[in-house]
């Protein structure tokens, strides 16, 4: 006997649902590595009017601010303070690392170059993620993070044989390599240290934590800012890492979570080299050379890789 044409008919409609969702969370990735590599290039224009530290607090207390009147209108109460608190106290040095050893990376090298080291940022949060969490990264994955690592580093190395055979890495990069190793053990221990509280609620906690160890590093430099003096393009650039990317880019990848598996979310990283190249060679910032284009190219491959993989 042939099947029920009804039944045929919502199994299609539910097929073609899903694929719509998971086009949805795919789009929502894209725009989540536009906004990312957004921040490199302001970020890059931002820092040679005001210290690392004095932007990064700004940004964060405004964040934790705006996160915080998001957990009482979503939770419907006020936040309420974990009790393991020192494990926030982790996390925030950490990403307070993260985003200082960025804007002092800015200072001395490219977006391009930054956005780059960035990208080896998923293939140390596996490695770190098995350490902390004993996670066992999936072959396909792994092939994925190579690819991608390969691009990346060629890109660190500006195109260069000759500098990779000297192992000629740039001071900027090397900062924020150090930088992003911190940024990827932050992924993993958000989860180890996380014991049910609510996503939403634990954000705030962490922005919070994040701002707090900003001012404590920061002090002298927030105090001695000329916070009324400073350009137009600061304040543009605090207003656009405050909402854009972070407190959008956490809706951005709730969403996306949802609809896609975490691996493939994670993935996106990737394409902020080559959406980084397009931004700079779009405002006047000249473009780069052909090989280290290649290279974004070969870190794309990788994204590309891992989105067509089956998901399990």
Same mark, same amino acid.
């Given at each position: ?42 970020? /890059? +224009?931002? @820092?040679?009017? #005001?210290?690392? !530290? *004095?932007?990064?607090? $700004?940004? %964060?207390?405004?964040?934790? =601010? ?20 020192? /494990? +926030?106290? @982790?996390?925030? #040095?950490?990403? !307070? *690392?993260?985003?200082? $050893?960025? %804007?002092?990376?800015?200072? =001395? ?26 996670? #066992? ?176």
């Amino acid at each position: 006997m042939s099947a029920d044409p009804r039944t045929d008919n919502i199994t299609q409609h539910s097929q073609l649902a899903t694929g719509r969702e998971k086009l949805v969370g795919h789009l929502a990735m894209m725009l989540f590595a536009a906004l990312i590599a957004g921040s490199f290039s302001i970020g /890059h +224009l931002a @820092i040679p009017h #005001i210290g690392p !530290a *004095a932007l990064n607090a $700004l940004r %964060f207390f405004i964040a934790s =601010i705006f996160m915080g009147i998001a957990v009482v209108v979503i939770l419907k109460r006020a936040p309420v303070m974990p009790l393991n608190w020192w /494990h +926030l106290l @982790i996390l925030g #040095i950490l990403m !307070a *690392a993260y985003f200082v $050893l960025m %804007f002092m990376a800015l200072r =001395i090298t490219s977006p391009v170059a930054t956005g780059a080291v960035f990208t080896l940022v998923p293939f140390m949060s596996a490695l770190f993620g098995w350490i902390f969490l004993g996670q #066992i990264t999936r072959p396909t994955v792994f092939i994925s993070l190579i690819i991608a690592a390969i691009g990346s580093t060629w890109m660190i190395f500006r195109g260069d044989i000759n500098a990779v055979f000297s192992f000629d890495v740039g001071r900027g990069e090397l900062i924020f390599f150090v930088g992003c190793a911190c940024h990827a053990a932050y992924a993993p221990l958000v989860k180890k240290f996380n014991s049910g509280m609510p996503v939403i609620e634990f954000t705030f906690w962490t922005l919070v934590a994040i701002a707090g160890c900003l001012v404590i590093y920061g002090f002298d430099e927030i105090r001695n800012t000329a916070w009324l003096e400073l350009p137009a393009i600061v304040w543009w650039a605090i207003a656009y890492l405050s909402l854009f990317t972070t407190a959008i880019t956490f809706f951005l990848v709730q969403f996306a979570s949802m609809r896609l598996h975490a691996t493939k979310v994670l993935s996106y990283g990737y394409l902020t080299p080559g959406i980084i190249i397009l931004i700079e060679g779009i405002i006047g910032h000249g473009w780069v050379s052909l090989s280290v284009g290649i290279g974004a190219l070969v870190t794309i491959a990788g994204l590309i890789f891992l989105a067509v993989a089956p998901d399990g």
